[in-house]
């Protein structure tokens, strides 16, 4: 069986792009733990990921945001808070992918949602260059749930051991190694090149 690599398949918060969580509630006003913890946290993290499963649409995850922080800000206010997650492309990682799409597939996997891939498509040019991307709120899953990988490898006609997985949390990176992938837990640009070479 041919284990060679076919496929580069990159995470995108963290890796292709940067992102500032902290950016959501700042925006709102809630700069300190104390005015964070005001509101149900759980609950905004339980509504955030079925957004990203695709089980509410923009609208109903705004209008839930809009009751858990008791009317406090306008729904257009939350959305474009909330959008701020998103900041742009990692430079420092471009040249890393424009060396392996000469010789590799390459592909994106997020846990994201609607509103973030928007905004995404909107101030990226280095995702507009992958070919293949896959988003959890379109597969209905979040890694590391293992029919995520099984999803992208079957869409991508690939076997699981033909694609290298790059991600910065350890838990996807298990997922996708479980699942047969081979994977590298991103950290930097620099430490990615050299785990890299041991694939190479």
């Known amino acids: 069986m ?7 398949l990159f995470d995108l918060g963290r890796v292709l792009m940067d992102i500032d969580f902290d950016a959501f509630p700042n925006a709102l006003g809630l700069t300190t ?11 905004i993290q339980e509504n955030v990921r ?8 923009t609208d109903e995850f705004v209008e839930a945001l809009f009751e858990i922080f008791q009317r406090k800000f ?7 808070a909330f959008n701020g997650i998103i ?21 994106v996997l997020s846990n994201t949602c609607a509103s973030h891939w928007e905004k995404v498509m909107h101030v990226s040019a280095l995702i507009k260059t992958f070919p293949d991307t896959f988003t959890s709120f379109h597969l209905g899953a979040m890694k590391p ?20 997985f ?11 190694i479980v699942a047969g992938m081979k994977g590298i837990i991103f950290t ?13």
């Open 74 to 80: 306008s729904r257009k206010k939350i959305l474009e």
């Open 2 to 8: 041919n284990n060679a690599i076919k496929v580069i």
């Open 50 to 57: 079925a957004y990203e499963t695709g089980k509410m649409t």
């Open 33 to 43: 733990t104390e005015t964070r913890l005001k509101f149900d946290q759980r609950l």
């Open 87 to 107: 900041v742009e492309d990692n430079q420092e990682i471009i040249l890393f992918v424009e060396k392996v799409k000469q010789k590799y597939r390459i592909a």
């Open 145 to 164: 749930d293992s029919i995520v990988y099984e999803k992208v490898c079957a869409s991508l006609n690939v076997q699981p051991q033909e694609v290298l």
């Open 188 to 200: 930097n640009t620099r430490q990615l090149e050299s785990d890299f070479e041991k694939f190479n």
């Open 166 to 176: 790059i991600d910065d949390l350890k838990e996807n990176v298990d997922g996708a």
